[in-house]
């Protein structure tokens, strides 16, 4: 029985596990078509080389390939390379620069480049600092459903003292799962803000 199951397993492994594989055929085919121009594939491999998926982890090439999609206006390449700016991972830190590739992401509806640019605001980091403009770009995100934006809102609204507007935000920001919105509602719900 138990051998039955092991070749089952086995089997479910070979026909299916290898069609989501990262294989170095898929890479090469990848490198052809990111050099004649597809976004796409540039950006799949900038992820690989950033994540070191199926390739040794190198933030050289993960920029590389990630700054070939982002000028062809590849949206999850801009918010890529702006990350690895922003966080100085595999890159000198630059603050102006990430925001920059934030804004080109952002601009096109990118939730996660818009909530990213929020807290470049409300930090201060590569813009003056300015809630107005990070209160304006959270809402962005967060209108769009993005849990983190959410979150970032509702605490905006509770610094305001608009807690009502806060736990609006903060429930729907807990009802997709993200655990600190959450324990915030907890906190606020347990201290009668509600």
């Given at each position: 029985?138990?051998?039955?199951?092991?070749?089952?397993?086995?089997?479910?492994?070979?026909?299916?596990?290898?069609?989501?594989?990262?294989?170095?055929?898929?890479?090469?085919?990848?490198?052809?078509?990111?050099?004649?121009?597809?976004?796409?594939?540039?950006?799949?491999?900038?992820?690989?080389?950033?994540?070191?998926?199926?390739?040794?982890?190198?933030?050289?090439?993960?920029?590389?390939?990630?700054?070939?999609?982002?000028?062809?206006?590849?949206?999850?390449?801009?918010?890529?390379?702006?990350?690895?700016?922003?966080?100085g991972k595999g890159l000198t830190q630059d603050y102006p620069e990430a925001v920059k590739w934030f804004?080109?992401?952002?601009?096109?509806?990118?939730?996660?480049?818009?909530?990213?640019?929020?807290?470049?605001?409300?930090?201060?980091?590569?813009?003056?600092?300015?809630?107005?403009?990070?209160?304006?770009?959270?809402?962005?995100?967060?209108?769009?459903?993005?849990?983190?934006?959410?979150?970032?809102?509702?605490?905006?609204?509770?610094?305001?003292?608009?807690?009502?507007?806060?736990?609006?935000?903060?429930?729907?920001?807990?009802?997709?799962?993200?655990?600190?919105?959450?324990?915030?509602?907890?906190?606020?719900?347990?201290?009668?803000?509600?």
């Amino acid at each position: 029985m138990q051998k039955q199951i092991l070749l089952c397993v086995l089997c479910s492994t070979l026909l299916f596990g290898s069609e989501n594989a990262i294989t170095t055929q898929k890479i090469e085919t990848w490198k052809l078509a990111a050099h004649q121009g597809d976004a796409e594939a540039a950006f799949n491999l900038g992820n690989i080389y950033a994540n070191g998926l199926g390739v040794s982890q190198n933030y050289t090439e993960a920029e590389k390939w990630f700054r070939l999609a982002a000028v062809q206006g590849n949206i999850k390449a801009q918010s890529s390379l702006g990350m690895m700016f922003y966080t100085g991972k595999g890159l000198t830190q630059d603050y102006p620069e990430a925001v920059k590739w934030f804004r080109l992401a952002a601009n096109q509806g990118d939730a996660k480049a818009q909530n990213d640019i929020g807290f470049a605001y409300e930090s201060g980091h590569g813009v003056s600092k300015n809630n107005d403009e990070a209160l304006k770009w959270y809402k962005l995100a967060a209108e769009q459903g993005y849990a983190e934006a959410q979150c970032n809102l509702g605490k905006m609204y509770f610094l305001e003292g608009d807690y009502q507007e806060a736990m609006r935000w903060f429930r729907r920001a807990s009802a997709q799962g993200l655990v600190k919105a959450k324990t915030i509602l907890y906190h606020m719900q347990k201290h009668n803000y509600n």
